[in-house]
């Protein structure tokens, strides 16, 4: 069975930086896409960056973070990392952490599995 654990989240000001961890068991994530998401209050799920576990150069990010976030891994210790820098009051959420095969870029489809989220939140 896949699990999926995140962690890093923390309260942090407008401008500062956070750093998230997912560390996945279970499986052999060679052939796998692993992303993050991030539902806010009263919103639906969001898009924030993802990364191909084989291809780690291969990335992709939401609009809304491209050049303050980077998506990492570490193979050797199966974990993906979230690097976020400059942080706004809007990118106060919750970050969940996804893994799948046929995984539509840039999207949440073809993700099968779900890490619990970690809250992130940023002051103004």
């Known amino acids: 069975q896949v699990q999926l654990v995140e962690s890093g989240g923390g309260l942090v000001q407008a401008g500062g930086s956070l750093r998230l961890s997912c560390a996945a068991s279970g499986r052999t994530l060679i052939n796998y896409v692993m992303g993050w998401f991030r539902q806010a209050p009263g919103k639906e799920r969001e898009f924030v960056a993802d990364?191909?576990?084989?291809?780690?150069?291969?990335?992709s990010y939401a609009d809304s973070v491209k050049g303050r976030f980077t998506i990492s891994r570490d193979s050797a210790k199966n974990t993906v990392f979230l690097q976020m820098n400059s942080l706004k009051p809007e990118d106060t959420a919750v970050y969940y952490c996804a893994l799948g095969r046929t995984v539509v870029r840039g999207t949440s489809g073809g993700y099968n599995y779900w890490g619990q989220g970690t809250q992130v939140t940023v002051s103004s």
């Open positions: 990364i191909s576990w084989l291809f780690s150069s291969s990335t």
